[in-house]
């Protein structure tokens, strides 16, 4: 399985669970940069979320 990494505006290279921050809405779940606050792709956020650093 390939690896998903997302580089967020504030420059921070985003490529595992450890790096994004993970909040729940009523329409799902949003993901948000640990470093910035700024939201993440959904798509990018979901598969990020699974990614363990190991």
Do not use: L, W
């Amino acid at each position: 399985m390939s690896r998903t990494s997302y580089r967020c505006s504030c420059g921070a290279e985003i490529r595992y669970k450890q790096d994004v921050e993970t909040r729940s809405t009523t329409t799902g779940r949003r993901f948000i940069c640990r470093d910035c606050g700024t939201p993440v792709p959904g798509t990018v956020g979901e598969k990020i979320s699974h990614q363990n650093p190991s």
